[in-house]
Structures are given as C-alpha cells and as structure tokens.
C-alpha cells in the first residue's frame, strides 16, 4: 500500500470533486435543515435530520459534482482514496459517540458534531491539498469549543454550524471556479 500523497494525486483528487466544493455546500445545507427543524420542532427530531441528513451528504455531492461536469471518480490507484475512506471510518465512529453525548445531556451533540467535522476537514486540507480547509477545520471546531463552555443553545449551535459551512463552501467553489479555468 503506497501512502505517500503527491501533488498529482491531489490535483486529480481536486478536478474529480470539484475542490470538494459540492460536499461543502451540501454539509452546509443538512446543518441548515437541521436547525430549522430544532427551531421547529426541537432538538431530538433536529439530531436525527443531521445524522440521516449527513449520511447522504456524500452521495448527494457526487450527484452535485456529476451534474457540474466533473467526474466525481478517482483512479482506484489514488491513495488519497484510502485516505478518504479511512476519514469516513473515523467520521461515522464519532457521530455514534456524538449520538451517545446526546443521550447523556442533549445540548452536547451539535458542538460534538461541529468538532467532529471540523477535524475531518482538517484531513481535507491534505487530500485535496488546499489551505482553505485548515481554516475551515479550525473555525468549526474554535466555534465548536464555543458554543461548548458558553452554554449555546443548540438551535444557535446547528445554526453556527451551518452559517460557517455555508461561508466555506462559496469560498471553495470561488476558489474552485477559479482553478477550473486553469485546467
């Protein structure tokens, strides 16, 4: 198993996923679901929609990417895919213990998540090898740590969450815009 990254792993990486602009912007739009419905309806109906919501984040952003004139696929011999993958694990691992805070005190779940996602863009930074998604990481999970020892409720919690991924997903697809024409 070669896990070196290269330069030429990323760029393609980059190109197939649109920079992960599509992923940004969808993440960005389950979060705003999810607070709408904790606005409306409260906070477990609300925890639900971010977990079944986030589970079709991915395949939502294929679609998304495909429709954007982009292949969505990588080489099977791009180790940035193991990477992926491997971040996947991880992800799925820490939205049950998010879920498992959630049942020890509610208002503990949003600021998990945020935390959650925050570090997994920070291994998008290396995939895609784009700095952007250090400061994306490190936002959520700095508002994150916020929301936590302040005491946010959880609907301005979610909504946090989103309002950032939102900012970031412009700022991806600006970027990614930009570099598309270069191709």
Known sequence: ?????????QHEMRHAHYDGAPGVLVSSLVWIAATLVCYQLGINKAVWTLLIGGAFIYPMSLLVTKAMGRPAKTSKDNALNQLGMASTIWLILCCA????????????????MMATIGSRYLIFASMYGRSIFWVMGVSLIVVAN????????????????????ALFAFLVFSKASKSAVLL
């Open 146 to 165: 916020l929301v936590f020892f302040l005491a946010i409720t959880p609907v301005v919690a979610a909504g946090l969450g989103g309002l950032i991924e």
């Open 1 to 9: 198993m070669k896990l070196s990254i290269t330069e030429d792993q």
């Open 97 to 112: 213990m998010a879920y498992g805070l959630f049942l020890l005190k509610p208002e503990l779940f949003f600021p998990a």
